[in-house]
């Protein structure tokens, strides 16, 4: 027996190493490998088609003291993620608090929240688009009905970052999901106690459901801040970063330094900084949760 | 023991496919990068390097030269890439011993490029945006034309303006074709409202006031009311007199027209906030929010292409180049005519257009300029009777019978001559822009500028003054002109 469950152990190891093979060889050459170039690449000043040499920190000195375009890409990142994450979180919650009732043609109304985050990245962008326009587009439509002045949306400065913040809003699809999982994970017999002790829905909202939802909400939250400072597609294809930059998320502008102006060092030493700041604020937001998240086995 | 034995020839052959697997996926990756679109060839590819390196003895004693292959890479429209699908099947067809494969790169051109610069997997001979064109051209790595005049004298024989020069003499590359900025209008707009057509004589341009006069009689509002009419409702335009695009083929001509520039005489110095210059971006903001002659940047946005815009009445006049004949000519709803450009002080208008080169990386630089004589030779390519393009040979415009092989057409109504080939032989310079140093770096700081003006948040002078400290430290010089 001990020497079957052995060669048993044994065969498993091997076949184990073997078929994570490709997935470890793939994060080797196509993650960490680039991962190591880019840092590489930021200490110097390369450029496509130049020769490059070592520059040290330049970069880095250059973009935190004498990039103005810099600066003000980081706010309008900082106030996309703002304007994004806490406006979504509420969305998905409320959506998957709604669709947790048993309500007749549940899965219909599940089908049509879950929609747009199938829908195609670009697609989506070109329907906003539309919907967007400040002459003939649906919004402004709708407020010339109710007799309200309409929006330059996503063509003036001001209403630029909140109308493509809108547009995320809509997509939030999966994390709704996620939040419906939580939901229905939050134990019933607590339910049961805050009834037999007289307590309203309230009650069960404020006591139960949100204290165990909260580990659901840390995770979501969590992933969308990356994901609204990683952000790049719609405003690529919407705006590509004006009017006058003022929708110039981080990453467009690093795209833009690395593929219209060529100067692929300064773009490696822009993606490491922003690099730490989305690592910063993870832990930040990691360290904020021993606070306010609640997990019930007890553990931290 | 059979089952260990199974085992290792299971884990021998899993090994096996593994590798197998990403053996066939990095040849996949190569193979992306080359021609999907030749279909007129073997499909047996192998690279300039590869076909080098195995010149078997057998072959070399049946055929005395081997065949060189070459890649060519180019954007464009669908019409464009039939074009360049047909030239390129007649270019291998009679050049036994080279066999070229087109690939058309739809998209954004200059990432993959830049891309492909940076991984070393040029093309021998591709189309390249102007500011490309310089940048690599004087970081060596595009073919100095210079060197191979005595080879081929007909690489000299091209318009001067349509050479670019990154040192004096060293000419890397030259324009795809000529294209110029003009006036294209709706003729039947003109006819109804009694209004004489945009001169098309360049010596007889309008001067800016003239022009602003009869784009306020173009315009009018929803009730037919015209700019300076009482009761004119500028929110409600139901035809526009003019539009423009933002860029430099809207403001080049101009700046050129009153004698100003992107940078001074000295090329080292910032001059968009000298009065010539800010007079001509004061003067466009003006048509949109002064005049209401056309219509603003997010109005312009979302409007068609230009020959639709004239189609519908959208718009009276517009500025464009001269290779939106082919989409005006395809557009056969529209009656459309063709003048100049208004002019400030001077009429001039500015060529703006991409160029072809070779690049330095190619094994076979004679035959890569063997084919790119070959590629855009009027004689080969329908384009230039289609409207797209106007050669860079000089002799189609001062040699009747060759004027005539390329613009005796639908493509180039009779006041073409005047508007089209005497503006480009006269009054044509190359766009300042073009011979700027470092301008996609300049442009990518410039445009968010500029659309302070074009959204009427700031004066021409506020903006331009403003640019100044930014644009300053990216100047670099001009490159010469011959």
């Not at chain 1, 994060?27 to 040499?53: E, K, N, R, Y």
């Not at chain 1, 102006?261 to 922003?274: D, R, V």
């Not at chain 2, 464009?76 to 030239?87: F, I, L, R, V, Y």
């Not at chain 2, 050049?95 to 991984?119: C, F, R, S, W």
Request: charged share 20%; net charge neutral.
């Amino acid at each position: 027996m001990r020497r079957n469950k052995s060669g048993l152990l044994r065969m498993e190891r091997r076949w184990g190493m073997l078929l994570a093979l490709p997935v470890t060889l793939g994060l080797l050459f196509f993650a960490i490998g680039p991962i190591v170039a880019s840092f590489v690449f930021s200490m110097t000043d390369w450029h496509i088609g130049g020769q490059s040499s070592f520059v040290g920190l330049n970069n880095y000195e250059t973009i935190l003291t004498k990039d103005p375009v810099f600066t003000k890409s980081l706010f309008v990142t900082v106030y996309y993620v703002l304007a994004t994450v806490p406006v979504a979180i509420l969305a998905a919650f409320g959506l998957a608090m709604l669709l947790n009732r048993k309500v007749k043609g549940l899965s219909v109304f599940r089908t049509i929240f879950f929609l747009p985050s199938i829908v195609p990245r670009i697609a989506g962008t070109m329907l906003w688009l539309w919907l967007f326009n400040p002459d003939f587009g649906l919004l402004n439509s709708i407020f010339e009905y109710f007799g309200l002045p309409g929006s330059q949306w996503i063509y003036a400065e001001e209403t630029a970052i909140p109308s493509i913040a809108l547009m995320s809003v809509w997509g939030v699809g999966n994390y709704m999901i996620i939040f419906l999982a939580g939901l229905q994970s939050v134990p019933t017999h607590l339910y049961e106690a805050v009834e037999v002790d007289g307590g309203g829905a309230w009650r069960k909202f404020f006591h139960v459901t949100l204290p165990s939802m909260t580990p659901t909400i840390f995770f979501n939250m969590v992933m969308m801040q990356i994901g609204a400072f990683q952000s790049f597609d719609s405003v690529y294809v919407m705006t590509q970063g004006g009017p006058n930059n003022a929708t110039l998320l981080y990453v467009v502008y690093l795209y833009r330094i690395a593929f219209t102006e060529t100067k692929i060092g300064y773009a490696s030493a822009l993606s490491w900084i922003l690099f730490v700041i989305i690592v910063a604020l993870t832990l930040i937001t990691f360290r904020t949760s021993r606070k306010w998240v609640y997990y019930e086995g007890g553990g931290k | 023991m059979l089952g260990n034995r199974k085992q290792r020839w299971l884990s021998l052959l899993l090994a096996a496919v593994l590798v197998g697997i990403t053996a066939c996926s990095s040849k996949n990756g190569n193979d992306e990068t080359k021609p999907s679109a030749s279909s007129s060839q073997p499909t047996e590819e192998t690279s300039p390097s590869a076909s080098d390196a195995s010149p078997s003895a057998s072959e070399a004693s049946e055929s005395p030269k081997e065949v060189v292959k070459l890649k060519f890479m180019y954007w464009g429209s669908t019409d464009e890439k039939k074009a360049m699908e047909n030239m390129i099947k007649a270019f291998n067809d009679s050049h036994p011993y080279i066999q070229v494969t087109g690939e058309h790169v739809p998209g954004d051109y200059n990432t993959k490029m830049n891309t492909l610069m940076a991984a070393n997997e040029l093309p021998d001979v591709a189309y390249l945006g102007d500011g490309l064109t310089n940048q690599w051209g004087s970081e060596g790595r595009l073919l100095d034309f210079s060197q191979y005049y005595g080879q081929y004298p007909e690489l000299q024989n091209k318009l001067k303006a349509s050479y670019l020069y990154t040192e004096p003499g060293k000419a890397v590359a030259n324009f795809t074709a000529l294209e110029v900025m003009v006036l294209y209008y709706n003729k039947d707009i003109f006819a109804e409202e009694g209004i004489p057509l945009p001169p098309a004589d360049p010596a007889k341009a309008w001067t800016w006031d003239e022009f602003v006069s009869v784009a306020k009689k173009l315009t009018k509002d929803k009730k037919g009311k015209h700019p300076d009419d009482p009761g004119f409702d500028a929110k409600n335009i139901d035809t526009y007199g003019f539009s423009f695009g933002t860029d430099r083929g809207t403001y080049g001509p101009l700046l050129e027209s009153n004698g100003a520039g992107i940078l001074d005489e000295s090329g080292m110095n910032y001059a968009l906030n000298k009065p010539e210059a800010v007079e001509v971006f004061q003067k466009l903001q003006d048509l949109i929010y002064v005049n209401h002659v056309s219509p603003n940047l997010i109005q312009q946005q979302n409007m068609p292409d230009n020959h639709v815009r004239l189609q519908t009445r959208k718009v009276a006049m517009v500025l464009d180049g001269t290779w939106a004949l082919l989409d005006l000519t395809n557009n056969t709803k529209l009656h459309y005519g063709i003048g100049v450009l208004p002019k400030l002080k001077e009429p001039k208008t500015v060529i703006l257009a991409g160029t072809t080169v070779v690049f330095n990386t190619t094994k076979h630089p004679a035959e890569a300029l063997e084919f790119y004589l070959y590629h855009n030779n009027p004689e080969q390519v329908d384009l230039y009777k289609t409207g797209l393009w106007m050669p860079t040979e000089e002799k189609y415009y001062t040699d009747e019978a060759a004027i005539k092989l390329w613009t005796d057409n639908p493509a180039h109504p009779p006041e073409f001559l005047q508007a089209g080939i005497e503006y480009t032989k006269g009054y044509a310079v190359k766009s300042p822009s073009t011979k700027l140093k470092n301008w996609p770096e300049i442009n990518s700081k410039l445009a968010p500028g500029l659309d302070l003006i074009w959204t009427n948040k700031k004066t021409a002078q506020a903006a331009l003054d403003e640019l100044q400290a930014q644009i300053q430290p990216l100047i670099k010089g001009k490159y010469p002109d011959e």
